[in-house]
């Protein structure tokens, strides 16, 4: 009888570990980053609903891939599920990047019915490469860092600018300012080693690089609201069963809803964090808005001319 209790259970330890699966999941940014610990609750949440079955180890701030690679890691089943910042395949289709163009969606609700309009193009552009998306959650809108006050878009001129995107490297370039590709991670250094003086980025990103450091003013002009995307490699989703599926798309669709929650949070909190270091928090002059919205027009009338079929379906959806 004990021998038969003993193998029982022997079968089903190894039944168990033939079925369990072990994930890798790179991300960009660091273990402060709302987004991150939105993705831990979310791998949390599929490792208790699965009992184990499925267990995502969470690799922060490029420990594993560099941002740029994220996105091809889990294409080519290197990893099987990763997250980045959408717009950073606008190189593939414009219809990725239409949420860091200025001015288009400014606020939450822009936003979420931008994506709204967005997701069914990206699943679908997404799905030609074997990617699937669970859930996009958007960053709190983006302001102006600099040393000093800028008044007009005149004033800068001539400044070395963070960019993160092409369409930063327009804006900038439209402004009079140089572009300079940096990530997240290299912000601090590229300001103190003078590469940059100047970028347009979250709060959050701005305390989470202790911006105090190394600028003295914030204005939030609301650009734009981009957003980062986690997406599944399709075929290894394919191979979870029923169950693990199941548990994969209600965790994905509760961290939707929450870290959309947390970016309205963090875009109070993280403002005022900003102050109380030290920087100077200013409402942009009705003149710097005016001439920043007049070179998001003439960039949204290039995107336009450029843009596929889909990419223009999203902007009519959003639109109407």
Not at 274 to 296: C, D, F
Request: proline share 5%; net charge negative; with cysteine.
């Amino acid at each position: 009888m004990k021998h038969t209790i003993l193998c029982a259970a022997a079968a089903m330890a190894l039944a168990t570990s033939a079925t369990a699966q072990d994930w890798d999941m790179p991300t960009p940014y660091g273990d402060a980053t709302f987004h991150t610990q939105n993705i831990v609750q979310f791998t949390d949440e599929v490792r208790a609903a699965t009992d184990g079955a499925l267990d995502i180890t969470v690799h922060s701030a490029g420990s594993l891939f560099p941002h740029s690679e994220i996105k091809g890691a889990v294409r080519n089943r290197s990893v099987p599920i990763g997250e980045f910042f959408l717009s950073t395949l606008s190189n593939e289709d414009l219809a990725f990047g239409i949420d860091s163009q200025p001015f288009v969606a400014t606020s939450y609700d822009e936003a979420a019915k931008l994506w709204d309009a967005q997701k069914p193009v990206i699943t679908e552009l997404l799905a030609e490469q074997g990617l699937m998306p669970l859930y996009s959650v958007a960053w709190p809108a983006q302001g102006l860092y600099t040393n000093g006050e800028i008044a007009t878009v005149e004033d800068l001129n001539g400044l070395r600018f963070r960019a993160y995107n092409a369409a930063l490297e327009e804006f900038a370039t439209l402004a009079g300012a140089a572009p300079v590709q940096i990530e997240a991670s290299d912000i601090p250094q590229a300001f103190a080693t003078g590469q940059v003086a100047a970028m347009i980025t979250s709060p959050s990103t701005g305390v989470n690089s202790t911006a105090w450091d190394f600028v003295t003013h914030y204005t939030p002009i609301n650009a734009w609201v981009p957003k980062n995307i986690v997406v599944v490699n399709k075929r290894m989703f394919d191979g979870l069963d029923a169950d693990t599926q199941a548990a994969v798309l209600a965790a994905a669709e509760t961290a939707q809803t929450r870290g959309w929650e947390m970016s309205a949070a963090e875009a109070e909190s993280m403002t005022a964090a900003l102050a109380e270091n030290g920087i100077t928090v200013y409402e942009p002059s009705p003149e710097l808005i005016a001439g920043l919205q007049e070179i998001g027009a003439t960039m949204l009338e290039n995107w336009k001319a450029s843009a596929s079929d889909s990419a223009l379906a999203i902007l009519e959806s959003y639109n109407n």
